[in-house]
């Protein structure tokens, strides 16, 4: 693989990424019922980290931290998922 990688200019293709921190399952009367200041209680616990996501697939663990110069929220990357 490492002889056709001069092929493909990587530097120039851009992919989405998502953070995952749980999931949660609603109603359709339950979310519309929502309003402001209530909480949805997600299916892991806070130390469980997040998943690090192209696409439907999970490519990597990470926990959530500060950027550490603003208010902005960051992850870091805590290790590379393995195939299933």
């Given at each position: 693989?490492?002889?056709?990688?001069?092929?493909i200019?990587?530097?120039?293709?851009?992919v989405?990424v998502?953070?995952?921190l749980?999931?949660t399952?609603?109603t359709?009367a339950?979310l519309?019922?929502?309003?402001?200041?209530?909480?949805?209680?997600?299916?892991?616990?806070?130390d469980d980290?997040?998943e690090?996501?192209v696409?439907?697939?999970v490519?990597?663990r990470g926990e959530l931290t500060?950027?550490?110069?603003?208010d902005?929220l960051?992850?870091?990357i805590?290790?590379?998922?393995?195939?299933?």
């Open positions: 693989m490492d002889a056709f990688r001069h092929l200019d990587t530097d120039n293709i851009m989405e998502t953070i995952r749980g999931r399952r609603q359709v339950q519309s019922a929502l309003k402001s200041d209530d909480v949805l209680v997600l299916d892991q616990n806070i980290g997040v690090i996501c696409g439907d697939k490519i990597a500060g950027d550490g110069g603003s902005r960051a992850v870091r805590i290790g590379a998922s393995v195939p299933a």
